[in-house]
Nanobody
Framework: QVQLVESGGGFVQTGGSLRLSCVASGRTSSSLMMGWFRQAPGNEREFVAAIRWNGGTSDYEGSVKGRFTISKSNVKNTVYLEMNNLKPEDTAVYYC????????????????????WGQGTQVTVST
C-alpha cells in the first residue's frame, strides 16, 4: 500500500506558474512509477505526465510539453509537477497516481495503469 498526498494547487493568472507536490508514504520499490493526471468538470481524467522512480524516464501529454516538468526526490519520496505558462484550459483538479507494475522501459499513461491515487488539488487559471 502507498498513500499519496498532493499539495500546491491554487489560483493563478494566465501565464503564471505553480508547482504541485505529491508525497508518497508506505511501500516504496524500484518498480514505482508516479504520474499526474487532471480532470476538468464534465471531462474524463486525462494523463499529464509520469516518471519512473528508477532511472527517471518521463513522458508528457502533448499540450503540456515544454510548459510542465515532472521531477522527483528519492530522498523525500516526493514527485513534483512544475507548471509554467499556464493557460485557462489547464484548469482542473490535478491527481497524483502511483503503480508498482514495472512496465518495462515505458511510461504508463492510462488511468487504468495506476493503482493508487491522491485526493486531488485544484488548479484554476484565470484569463
Amino acid at each position: 500500500q502507498v498513500q499519496l498526498v498532493e499539495s500546491g494547487g491554487g489560483f493563478v493568472q494566465t501565464g503564471g506558474s505553480l508547482r504541485l507536490s505529491c508525497v508518497a508514504s508506505g511501500r516504496t520499490s524500484s518498480s514505482l512509477m508516479m504520474g499526474w493526471f487532471r480532470q476538468a468538470p464534465g471531462n474524463e481524467r486525462e494523463f499529464v505526465a509520469a516518471i519512473r522512480w528508477n532511472g527517471g524516464t518521463s513522458d508528457y501529454e502533448g499540450s503540456v510539453k515544454g510548459r510542465f516538468t515532472i521531477s522527483k526526490s528519492n530522498v523525500k519520496n516526493t514527485v513534483y509537477l512544475e507548471m509554467n505558462n499556464l493557460k485557462p484550459e489547464d484548469t482542473a483538479v490535478y491527481y497524483c497516481a502511483a503503480n508498482f507494475r514495472g512496465f518495462g522501459i515505458t511510461v504508463a499513461t492510462m488511468t487504468s495503469d495506476y493503482d493508487y491515487w491522491g485526493q486531488g488539488t485544484q488548479v484554476t487559471v484565470s484569463t
